[in-house]
């Protein structure tokens, strides 16, 4: 059988906006809310508070975009396989930076470059943006392979920033 990555895929990365169909807006709502799920099956996370992820679902895109961010999704050969959103980064970090958030990536499409593609996609508009750095949380335990992504992208450790109850992250920064 052939790795996702061997295979050749047709990808488009499209930004929700208020005028996005409906039916994009209802399935990007349901990958963001497939991300909560996976991460709350996970001892490490929680404490990750679902509430405020239905919150943000349900105000999709509005729920980023009114932060100063926005959000994306991946279809792969015209399924919606992939999500990721961003925002001001808390505090006063939040004058020069964004904050990258709920990347998922559906199993089927893993291995493909999906992730990166929308990691990299962030990260390009947060320079067009005048940011001068990107970022991010994540719970090894639960995504090593978005934290491995993520090094690999060139984020490196940072301090924790706001004010995530989860104790089990890793706080990560790539200054653009």
């Known amino acids: 059988m052939p790795h996702a990555e061997d295979q050749k895929h047709t990808v488009e990365l499209v930004e ?28 490490d996370a929680e404490q990750f508070c679902f509430g405020t992820l239905e919150k943000e679902a349900a105000r999709l895109p509005m729920s980023y975009r009114e ?21 001001r980064t808390p505090g006063e970090l939040g ?32 320079k067009a943006a005048g940011r001068r750095a990107v ?13 491995k992504l993520y090094l690999q992208m060139g984020f490196t450790p940072c301090a924790p920033y706001g004010d995530n109850p989860i104790e089990a992250l890793a706080y990560l920064r790539k200054d653009l």
């Open 95 to 126: 004058q020069s930076s964004w904050e990258v958030k709920r990347l998922w990536v559906r199993p089927e499409a893993r291995g493909t470059g999906l992730g990166r593609k929308l990691t990299q996609a962030v990260l390009d508009r947060a």
């Open 135 to 147: 970022y991010l949380d994540t719970v090894p335990s639960a995504m090593s392979a978005a934290l």
């Open 67 to 87: 932060q100063d961010g926005g959000a994306l999704v991946g279809l792969m050969n015209g399924r919606l396989v992939g999500f990721v959103a961003w925002r």
């Open 16 to 43: 929700l906006t208020e005028a996005s169909p409906a039916q994009l807006l209802e399935d990007g709502r349901e990958l963001l809310l497939e991300y909560g799920r996976f991460v709350i099956s996970h001892p």
